[in-house]
């Protein structure tokens, strides 16, 4: 459909409306946003004179919702400047102005009657053809366009977000029977290929999928805690990254979730009728719930809930646990479960079940119950929220964060494990399941393929085609590979260097993988595509390694290694095929390097990317200072500029500043406007950087040649040393901070040359590895190194 989507007005500016707005702002439309007119004065107000006819007193409520939006932690904005793209108003004098928008999102109250009253008012100014949705999450969406006209019906459906809107990927849509057919579509591929979500088309049923799923799930949990004589963070031990949850976990969640939230869609469940007995008893409240309710305990916006800080007798802040039999807040102190000490070796959570299911522990004992009621409650949600397996799982995974869907567990135990364990924990699970192999498959050509009730068939995921998983074609895709990387075909004359190593560290594994994949490349292929689709891209170089070189004072290995390093980061600028580099999540260190060497950068929005080395006590010595000061040399036009941005450079890597996403890396200088691309759907990255890399090399690739870079010597190196004095007398820095941004401005400006030069890469890259081994002698750095790989985080000494 050939519809164009450039300016949205969100009615209702909470937390979630706030929240849309911002996502849409980050993608790059315009957003009015609009909320009710006071009904009173503040006191600031009053004392200012101001009546309610003034602008600012009617458009308050809108505008301190804006103001906490740009304030947010995690922000909402993929970058402060966004922010301009939303302007703010009120119902009573804006709303007129939804004539020229062309989306209206309504976020108001939970409430039939009010949002019936705003679709009221939406009809007076709408445009016909301008499309309408709800962001609603408990009523049902056919009760929402009553009285509505055939047009409004036309273009309307429910466009369920999850909070936080930026980093919780799932949009539900929940068409009505009214809805075209080719909008139900478009809000489904806008909200894949622009929003970057996860689009899973519901069913008009009571809490949709995600959360009828996921809050049966808690409240399964919070009716067996007291049987199993558990307490709420051993809970939370359990259900949390080591079945590949969030860290919240459980309780936590309904903390942060708000139990009052958490409540309002079990009794929406419960009060639906919809339920058979033995599922619908899962919906009532425990005892210990409806007393923390009645006490308003509703979790973080209460100050506590399910937990609560709570300052000891020495006045440092302790979170306490409720203990769920005296309603009493307590330090709950560490469990251990001989269940979990099994599963240690298992990298992957989906590998681990089979594991935790088998425990003779209260752990195992958990594990069975718990998974044994949610295998037979999803069986029997199909067909009645959603007619295909997959789109259940996508919703867990995308509104939940849960790393693996309900139906990839059950797979992941056995199909008929699985219906031993529900039957154990006094569940039967649906007919349809009882003849099932396996729910899903990966057939020849890579794709995943889904157990269909309706047919008895296998059928392809739709949509597959705009992505590639990694997942699937290792096993008939891979090339080669050793212990740390490995080397699929991405078909089409276009090759994929993974790295899997821990952490997706960078050792000489990985550096031996590079090099291979480039050969391979230049010698059989077209192109090279970095990326890997686990947690992070890659937190840097091998720290363990280098400490251990350090303390042994194995200088020259180490110099070989650091060598080796940029060598291979060279190799990746200049080889004779075109390299992307396809980067996500952490992108830290020598993960940063390799990035910013790349012949062109794919980027999930989503990326954290920073020279960090200054936290453990070094520089970037992977040709990520050589490659700084080399692209600040392009903008040195006058003395003006080029000590600024200098200036700006070397405080971004010498406080290790971190991007806190791909957009804010282009304005620190890591991204290039000119060549490189963000994309916001993660799951299509490794599909856009095969498509560029296969773009440029039938557009004729030639092979770079190494560049010359201005540096500026001596005067420039001055600024910077007066600048650290003042930083270390003023206690801002220690004296070991101001030895490392010493040296890193001395490589910043070329070293003790007399005036500006024009040098070599290689002139740099030779003085940055000087430097980066000088300081891995020093005492200090070694602490911060050790201090990282223990605590993991970096030591200020």
């Known amino acids: 459909m050939n519809r164009r989507i450039k300016h949205v007005t969100v009615l209702g500016s909470g937390i979630m409306g706030s929240g849309i707005a911002a996502h849409f702002a980050n993608i790059g439309v315009q957003v009015l946003l609009l909320d009710i007119v006071p009904f009173e004065l503040t006191e600031t107000e009053q004392k200012k004179g101001l009546t309610k006819e003034d602008k600012i007193v009617r458009n308050r409520i809108a505008a301190e919702n804006f103001v906490k939006l740009t304030k947010s932690s995690p922000a909402l904005l993929y970058s402060p400047k966004f922010a301009e793209r939303i302007t703010v108003g009120n119902f009573d004098d804006d709303l007129e102005k939804i004539k020229k928008t062309d989306w209206i999102i309504e976020v108001v109250v939970e409430r039939l009657d009010i949002k019936k009253s705003v679709y009221e008012k939406i009809e007076q100014f709408r445009k016909p053809g301008t499309l309408v949705s709800s962001n609603t999450s408990g009523i049902p969406i056919h009760f929402l366009i009553e009285g509505r006209s055939d047009d409004f019906k036309k273009y309307f459906a429910g466009t369920h977000f999850f909070n936080p809107v930026r980093y919780l990927p799932l949009l539900e849509v929940i068409p009505t029977p009214e809805t075209d057919p080719k909008i139900i579509q478009f809000y489904m591929d806008y909200g894949a290929k622009f929003l970057g979500k996860t689009t899973v088309l519901a ?95 509703l979790g973080s916006k209460s100050e506590q809930g399910f937990y609560k800080k709570i300052k000891n007798a020495e006045g440092k802040s302790e979170i306490h646990g409720l203990n769920l039999d005296t309603m009493e807040y307590e330090l709950q102190g560490k469990s251990n479960f001989p269940t979990l000490e099994l599963t240690k070796s298992i990298d992957k959570p989906i590998d681990r079940f089979k594991v935790l299911i088998g425990g003779k522990d209260k752990a195992g004992e958990l594990y069975r119950k718990s998974l044994g009621a949610l295998f037979a409650y999803v069986s029997h949600k199909v067909p009645e929220i959603s007619d295909e397996v997959y789109k259940i799982d996508d919703a867990m995974r995308a509104g939940f964060g849960w790393e693996n869907g309900p139906f990839e567990i059950w797979d992941a135990v056995g199909v008929q494990k699985g219906i031993e364990l529900a039957k154990d924990a006094d569940y039967e699970v649906s007919d349809w399941v009882k003849n099932v192999e396996s729910f899903y498959k990966v057939n020849d050509e890579g794709q995943s393929i889904y157990f269909d009730k309706n047919s008895g068939n296998y059928n392809s995921i739709p949509g597959q085609e705009s992505f590639i998983i990694l997942d699937n074609i290792r096993k008939n895709k891979t090339l080669w590979k050793n212990s740390g990387s490995s080397i699929q075909d991405l078909g089409d004359g276009i090759i994929n260097f993974e790295i899997h190593s821990k952490m997706n560290s960078l050792g000489g594994e990985v550096l031996d993988g590079l090099n291979r994949a480039i050969d391979l490349a230049e010698k059989e292929y077209d192109g090279l595509v970095v990326g890997n689709q686990g947690a992070n891209f890659s937190v840097g170089a091998n720290l363990a390694m280098i400490l251990m070189m350090a303390i042994d004072q194995d200088w020259d290995d180490l110099n070989m290694a650091i060598a080796y390093f940029q060598k291979s980061m060279m190799r990746v600028r200049y080889s004779s095929i075109p390299v992307i580099v396809a980067p996500h999540g952490m992108t830290l260190g020598g993960g940063c390097e390799m990035t910013m060497h790349a012949d062109r950068v794919v980027a999930a929005a989503e990326t954290y990317i920073g020279l960090v080395e200054t936290g453990v006590g070094v520089i970037p010595g992977g040709g990520g200072t050589k490659e700084m000061a080399l692209r600040v040399s392009r903008e040195f036009h006058s003395d003006d500029v080029k000590n600024n941005r200098l200036r700006d450079m070397f405080m971004n890597i010498a406080m290790g500043k971190v991007a806190t996403s791909a957009y804010e890396a282009y304005d620190m200088g890591i991204l290039e406007n000119h060549k490189d691309i963000v994309v916001v759907n993660k799951n299509r990255q490794i599909k856009t950087a095969k498509m560029l890399a296969l773009s440029l090399a039938e557009h004729g690739y030639t092979q770079p040649i190494e560049q010359k870079v201005k540096v500026l010597g001596r005067d420039a190196l001055g600024m910077f040393l007066v600048g650290t004095d003042q930083m270390l007398t003023g206690n801002y820095i220690s004296a070991h901070d101001k030895l490392i941004a010493d040296k890193l401005a001395n490589v910043l400006v070329g070293g003790n040359l007399s005036e500006p030069t024009i040098v070599t890469e290689q002139y740099l890259l030779n003085l940055e590895r000087e430097t980066f081994l000088q300081l891995c002698g020093e005492r200090k750095t070694l602490e911060r190194i050790q201090f990282m790989l223990t605590k993991g985080k970096p030591l200020r000494n």
């Open 203 to 297: 069913k008009d049923t009571p809490a949709f999928i995600a959360n009828r799923i996921g809050v049966f799930s808690m409240m399964n949990l919070l009716h067996e805690i007291k049987g199993l004589g558990l307490n709420v963070s051993d809970i939370d031990k359990l259900t949390g990254p080591i079945i590949g949850r969030p860290k919240s976990a459980t309780f936590r969640t309904a903390d942060v979730v708000g139990l009052d939230t958490l409540v309002m869609v079990a009794d929406g469940v419960r009060n639906s009728k919809m339920e058979a007995n033995d599922f619908n008893d899962v919906f009532k409240l425990p005892d210990y719930v409806q007393k923390m309710v009645e006490n308003k305990w």
